[in-house]
Nanobody, 125 residues
Framework: QVQLVESGGGLVQAGASLRVSCAAS????????MGWFRQKPGKERDFVAGISTSGFSQYYSGAANGRFTVSRDNAKNTVYLQMNSLKPEDTAVYYC??????????????????WGQGTPVTVSS
């Protein structure tokens, strides 16, 4: 059974940093590229960042580029999202997702096979 479990969310002030993690089990982690998405209340789920199976390639949304960094540790079956200079508009539930292999369309949620339950991030002004 595949499980993706996010952790590390919480309440922080604007300008602070936070790292969320996603631990994967039940799959050959190094064979899956990973994505981070977020969902704000009443909104659709939006792409934040993606990383290839090896970690060599990373992809970011415009909102995340320059402030967020995605990384992975295949030995620990874990993907991370380091978020710096957080803004109130970053407030959302953050989800990790896994898709088989590498390829294009990291930002399209339809290409992902498995999803975590999400971890909430709240940024106060």
């Amino acid at each position: 059974q595949v499980q993706l479990v996010e952790s590390g969310g919480g309440l922080v002030q604007a300008g602070a940093s936070l790292r969320v993690s996603c631990a994967a089990s039940g799959l050959s982690f190094s064979s899956y590229s990973m994505g981070w998405f977020r969902q704000k209340p009443g909104k659709e789920r939006d792409f934040v960042a993606g990383i290839s199976t090896s970690g060599f390639s990373q992809y970011y949304s415009g909102a995340a580029n320059g402030r967020f960094t995605v990384s992975r540790d295949n030995a620990k079956n874990t993907v991370y999202l380091q978020m710096n200079s957080l803004k109130p508009e970053d407030t959302a539930v953050y989800y990790c997702a896994a898709r088989r292999g590498d390829g294009n369309y990291y930002s399209d949620h339809r290409y992902y096979d498995y999803w975590g339950q999400g971890t909430p991030v709240t940024v106060s002004s």
